[in-house]
């Protein structure tokens, strides 16, 4: 059984970090498709950071490049998901995602959508405040 573990949310002032971890179990890890996704009251979710575990190719959403990094250590079966410069906007609940590469692989998980991820964490709640 696929589970996905999410942890390292919190509280923080604007100008903070925070990493996220999100500790996979239940699939063969490798070439797989992993993301994390956030979403905020009243809105929908939004996809932040996709990495293909298989190569290591990333995608940001605009609104997080260059302040958010998204990585993987092979070893712990684990993604993280650094955050600096956060801002009040980055408040949201933090999922992470998987999809594995045999259903989403390579170039089309650096495009994949909510609907393409099969495996979700519980969440965890990022809070920046201002």
């Known amino acids: 059984q696929v589970r996905l573990v999410e942890s390292g949310g919190g509280s923080v002032q604007a100008g903070g970090s925070l990493r996220l971890s999100c500790a996979a179990s239940?699939?063969?890890?490798?070439?797989?498709?992993m993301g994390w996704f956030r979403q905020a009251p009243g809105k929908d979710r939004e996809g932040v950071a996709l990495?293909?575990?298989?190569?290591?190719?990333?995608y940001y959403a605009d609104s997080v490049k260059s302040r958010f990094t998204i990585s993987q250590d092979n070893a712990k079966n684990t993604v993280y998901l650094q955050m600096n410069s956060l801002k009040p906007e980055d408040t949201a609940m933090y999922y992470c995602?998987?999809?594995?590469?045999?259903?989403?692989?390579?170039?089309?998980?650096?495009?994949?959508?909510?609907?393409?991820?099969?495996?979700w964490g519980q969440g965890t709640q990022v809070t920046v405040s201002s």
């Open positions: 995602a998987a999809a594995p590469g045999s259903v989403v692989s390579g170039r089309r998980c650096l495009a994949a959508i909510a609907t393409d991820f099969g495996y």
């Open positions: 239940g699939f063969t890890y490798r070439s797989n498709c």
């Open positions: 990495i293909y575990t298989g190569g290591g190719s990333t």
